[in-house]
């Protein structure tokens, strides 16, 4: 388990300082000294977060209709098991009839001769 971890932070490693970049330069910061170029660049940043959190929302409910469609795959997929091992097993009954109603077939013949 702990190695999978591993790996997958190994693949990621390369790509989180460019995401730290991104992320950090999106959004507007600023020094200012009078009252209405803070008030604006409050409004700014407000603007900026309201229109991030849009996004997020958005790529939230786009997460979770993959994760719908994967769910609703695997288990499909499950079912689809589930049937192949049902035959599966079947078949291991009827090889193990077989085998034995041969195995008392050689045994009666021996005991014949």
């Known amino acids: 388990m702990a190695a ?3 790996v997958t932070l190994k693949a990621a490693l390369p790509y989180i300082e460019s995401i730290i970049a991104v992320v950090t ?3 507007t910061k600023m ?3 009078s009252l209405a170029n803070q008030t604006d660049l409050l409004q700014r940043q407000i ?3 309201q229109q991030a959190a849009a996004q ?3 790529n939230i409910k786009d997460a979770a209709e993959q994760l719908k469609r994967i769910v609703v795959a695997l288990d499909q997929a ?3 098991l589930e049937a192949a091992n049902r035959r599966h097993w079947t078949l291991c009954i009827v090889a193990i009839v077989m085998s ?4 008392a077939g050689v045994a009666a013949v ?3 001769r």
């Open 100 to 103: 034995a109603g041969a195995l």
């Open 110 to 112: 021996a005991l014949v």
């Open 25 to 27: 330069s999106v959004f």
């Open 56 to 58: 997020n929302a958005h």
């Open 31 to 33: 020094k200012v000294d």
């Open 78 to 80: 499950a079912l689809g």
């Open 47 to 49: 603007d900026e977060l």
């Open 4 to 6: 999978t971890w591993l």
